[in-house]
């Protein structure tokens, strides 16, 4: 089973002759689903280029502490917060000293001081060099704290010797990779584990004709986020998505369900709605609809077309009124007194929370990678964030959920 599918991975790449592996490496991991983002120190670049692993991990290739390419940001602690684990490989004796003293002098040394996710290396060296008393202390030194060493192989080593200190195969490096997120699973199964989770996702279609339709700006960044982070935490998810602007997740445990119409996307909730224990209503679902959906192309014909609109079934409203065990989260994106607007939802339609946005205000609007909300419920606010992403958003918004979820359970 693919236990990295969906892992952010940092790849240190350091200057040894094994570097060329790096790339095989770094396509294995990229097939089997993993985000690899690459670090490169100066002496790896003499041995394989940026662009070869950036052309294979689809990322941006990092090499140069100060080249800050996003000001939003600081790079070596953006990678760092990011991983699920750093892996480097090949691990020279430099990177191994620079590690167990705590040097900081290029990207990969400073990224590897603010990590906090599990840490696993691949050395590879020279024979005498692997068996010096430097290099095993410092290999026994980051033992101890809990870095984990994938042994070099046996073999001809590029400076002609034989011996112990070839870099493991690329197949074998995947192979426990993908064993110790596995152990990683089964020892974490998340506070929604054994929770159905339905996520409904971007905007739907109302159709005019077989070629016009009446739809909104919604993307379905923020709904397949929270099936993302539904997902991560253990839960079932159902992910029910109308028309979206992005793809979306490539996680075969996330079950997809496309959608067109409000009425569509009523049907398929509301089939799936006794065995939910979440629902998260983040698509924009059209109010109304054309009274009459044309067979055929309409026409022109005079200078103007009156259209006939009547209202759609309010999903939210109509499971909210009837739900039992069910816990149910709203959004109200909204262009002004988000507040008001999002108290009155929540109270008429029954919900457990909702989440209020004013996506007029920079960087929280339909289509962007990046929210600003306040969480409610019946007390009130729970919850303000700040401009964050909209990953984050969607975990702090599940967490909430896992805790008041297990907290009425109780």
Not at 118 to 135: G, K, L, T
Not at 329 to 345: P, Q, S
Not at 381 to 391: F, I, N
Request: charged fraction near 20%; proline fraction near 3%.
């Amino acid at each position: 089973m693919n236990h990295i599918y969906g892992k952010t991975i940092i790849l240190g790449v350091t200057g040894g002759i094994a570097a060329y592996k790096a790339a095989a490496l770094t396509s294995k991991l990229t097939q089997k689903g993993a985000k690899v983002h690459v670090i490169m120190t100066a002496s790896a670049k003499e041995f394989i280029t940026e662009l070869t692993l950036q052309s294979l991990s689809k990322q941006r290739v990092y090499s140069d502490t100060f080249q800050e390419r996003d000001p939003a940001e600081i790079s070596h602690i953006d990678l760092a917060d990011s991983a699920d684990l750093v892996l480097i490989a090949p691990a020279t004796a430099n990177i191994l000293a620079k590690m167990a003293v705590g040097i900081g002098d290029d990207m990969l040394s400073t990224t590897m001081l603010a990590v906090t996710a599990p840490v696993m290396v691949a050395p590879a060296m020279n024979v005498h060099m692997y068996q010096h008393p430097a290099v095993r202390t410092n290999m026994q030194t980051l033992a101890s704290r809990g870095v984990h060493f994938i042994e070099p192989g046996e073999g001809l080593l590029a400076c002609g010797y034989v011996g112990k200190g070839r870099m493991e195969e690329p197949e074998t490096i995947v192979a426990v990779v993908n064993e110790f997120f596995a152990g990683r699973d089964m020892a974490a199964q998340g506070p929604l584990a054994g929770k159905r989770v339905m996520v409904t996702a971007g905007g739907t279609v109302e159709r005019i004709d077989p070629v016009r339709y009446i739809s909104n700006d919604s993307s379905g960044k923020m709904g397949f986020a929270l099936a993302r982070a539904a997902r991560a935490m253990g839960a079932e998810v159902t992910l029910i998505a109308a028309r979206t602007d992005v793809a979306p997740p490539q996680d075969p445990q996330i079950d997809l369900v496309r959608v067109e119409s409000a009425a569509d996307m009523y049907a398929a909730v509301s089939s799936r709605w006794s065995d939910c224990d979440l629902l998260i209503g983040a698509a924009a679902v059209a109010d109304y609809r054309p009274r009459i959906s044309a067979e055929t192309k309409i026409k022109k014909s005079g200078d103007t077309l009156t259209l006939e609109l009547v209202k759609t079934t309010d999903i939210l409203d109509t499971l909210g009124k009837i739900k039992e065990k069910q816990f149910v989260i709203g959004f109200a994106a909204e262009t002004g007194n988000a507040e008001l607007y999002a108290k009155d939802k929540l109270v008429r339609k029954n919900l457990d929370l909702i989440v209020a946005n004013d996506v007029g205000q920079e960087g929280a609007g339909f289509g962007t990678e990046t929210n600003i909300v306040s969480i409610y419920s019946s007390e009130g606010l729970v919850l303000d964030l700040p401009l964050s992403s909209k990953d984050e958003v969607a975990r702090r918004i599940l967490q909430l959920a896992a805790e008041r979820m297990a907290g009425a359970a109780v």
